[in-house]
């Protein structure tokens, strides 16, 4: 099994500044990953696949990066509808999960 | 739009069986393969396994491998996850969601759209 592992666990973010988040896999899982954004009682909600690639509707201000094993996303300017947590997954082999980075307002 | 619309939530006794539902609309149901994944209270995500909407055809994520079983009704674009021999550690969410991209046959991907999750309490 491919352990993903998400660093911080809590980032305290002021609205309009840089968030970035990061995701570790531990083997390589080349540019297979996705990352999500879960609010409370919320399904996750699909931001990013294949490590960069922004889904349908998803703003700008989210990027992704990274291969192998270290991965980013990267929020440029924090909204108030952003503060949430964000899950990465990876699809090489059986698909796993990081435990989530919550984002929260400081 | 695409809509994966899930069963309500559950109390069961250790033991039991639960089964839960996932009704799909706004694509075509045979299309696309059904993932299920679930999230324990304040956890994370967990991926239970796959089947293919057009087939049948399954796979397990090997844990839960002799607990579970998922199923589809094509007249009525429903999908269901039955979990057996309930334990309290399955308290969780269980989601629903669907392969990105229309195929037949198992593939790995990220999941997207998500049903809005069934919470299944075992207590005693």
């Known amino acids: 099994e491919i352990v993903m592992t998400q660093s911080p666990a809590t980032l305290s973010v002021s609205p309009g500044e840089r968030a970035t988040l990061s995701c570790r896999a531990s083997q390589s899982v080349s540019s297979n990953l996705a990352w999500y954004q879960q609010k409370p009682g919320q399904a996750p909600r699909l931001l990013i696949y294949?490590?960069?690639t922004r889904a349908t509707g998803i703003p700008a201000r989210f990027s992704g990066s990274g291969s192998g094993t270290e991965f980013t996303l990267t929020i440029s300017s924090l909204q108030s509808e952003d503060f949430a947590v964000y899950y990465c997954?990876?699809?090489?082999?059986?698909?796993?999960f990081g435990q989530g980075t919550k984002v929260e307002i400081k | 739009q695409v809509q994966l619309v899930q069963s309500g939530a559950e109390v069961k006794k250790p033991g039991a069986s639960v089964k839960v539902s996932c009704k799909a609309s706004?694509?075509?149901?045979?299309?696309?393969?059904i993932s299920w994944v679930r999230q324990a209270p304040g956890q994370g995500l967990e991926w239970m396994g796959w089947?293919?909407?057009?087939?049948?055809?399954?796979n397990y994520a090997q844990k839960l491998q002799g607990r579970v079983t998922m199923t589809t009704d094509t007249s009525t674009s429903t999908a269901y996850m039955e979990l057996r021999s309930l334990r309290s550690d399955d308290t969780a969410v269980y989601y629903c969601a669907r392969d990105p991209i229309p195929s037949s046959s198992w593939y790995l991907a990220w999941f997207d759209p998500w049903g809005q999750g069934t919470l299944v309490t075992v207590s005693s």
């Open positions: 089947i293919s909407a057009y087939n049948g055809n399954t």
């Open positions: 706004g694509y075509t149901f045979t299309s696309y393969g």
């Open positions: 294949g490590a960069s």
């Open positions: 997954q990876q699809y090489n082999n059986w698909p796993t």
